[in-house]
């Protein structure tokens, strides 16, 4: 199928760690991407990993990548009230640079005190 | 420039009036991308260039849409038009050709 799945919500405390999963479809996929996505603003990149790796970090950002089961998720360490906003997944099916985006469903990461 | 840059940031138009988007994408980028999100968290591919080249503009509506990146010009979107389901956030984005795509702040489009 074509659909990136999410889960919709996850609501952590101040201080602990989040993690964002994510089933993509595709095997021919090169790259996987996280967005995030505050309100009433465009998407920002956070990181990207390329499809031979199964692990990328970058400060409180961990990605890890199961290929065999399609499988992405971020895990955000010491989240903080200002990473509450909407995560979304993506991912390059094939080599071409002008390949479209698939985009997940999102996941609403809402942080609490 | 080293953020895409988009324009208008709102934009209202009446229904069958056309509205045109604008976008400049970051230097040295090759590929631009058009995305539209329509409901909260679902985002439709419309098309991409490769420099002034159509690269891929299988999501565009073929009777309605247009697309255009010339050289030395912002890139843009033409809807003819409008319809009411064409409200929605229009988001640029631009790559090289490895790595990410970094999206611009967006165009929201409100069609009455």
Redesign the interface.
């Known amino acids: 199928g074509e659909d990136v799945e999410q889960s919709l919500f996850l609501s952590v405390r101040e201080g602990d760690s989040s993690v964002i999963n994510c089933t993509y479809t595709d095997s021919s996929s090169t790259?996987l991407?996280w967005?995030k996505q505050e309100p009433g603003?465009?998407?920002?990149?956070l990181t990207?990993i390329f499809s031979n790796m199964d692990m990328k970090q970058d400060q409180r950002l961990t990605v890890l990548l199961n290929k065999k089961d399609k499988h992405l998720s971020l895990r955000i360490a010491d989240t903080q009230t200002g990473d509450s906003a909407?995560y979304?997944c993506a991912e390059k099916r094939g080599t071409?640079?002008?390949?479209?985006?698939?985009?997940g469903?999102?996941t609403q990461l809402k942080v609490e005190l | 420039g080293e953020e895409v840059a988009q324009t208008p940031k709102h934009l209202v138009r009446g229904e069958g009036q056309k509205a045109k988007l604008y976008c400049a994408p970051i230097k040295g980028h090759?590929?631009v991308?058009w995305?539209q999100q329509v409901l909260?968290?679902?985002?439709k591919?419309l098309i991409?260039?490769?420099n002034e080249n159509v690269?891929?503009e299988t999501?565009m509506p073929k009777e309605r849409f247009s697309a255009k990146c010339l050289p030395n010009s912002p890139c843009s979107l033409e809807i003819q038009a409008t319809k009411l389901e064409d409200s929605a956030v229009y988001?640029c984005?631009s790559?090289?050709?490895?790595?990410?795509?970094?999206?611009?702040?967006?165009t929201r489009l409100t069609v009455l």
Not at chain 2, 40 to 43: L, M, V
């Open positions: 790259y991407y967005y603003a465009g998407l920002q990149l990207y909407i979304f071409g640079g002008g390949n479209k985006l698939t985009f469903t999102g | 090759s590929y991308f995305y909260k968290n679902e985002f591919f991409s260039f490769q690269f891929d999501g988001f984005a790559s090289r050709n490895d790595g990410g795509e970094f999206f611009g702040p967006g």
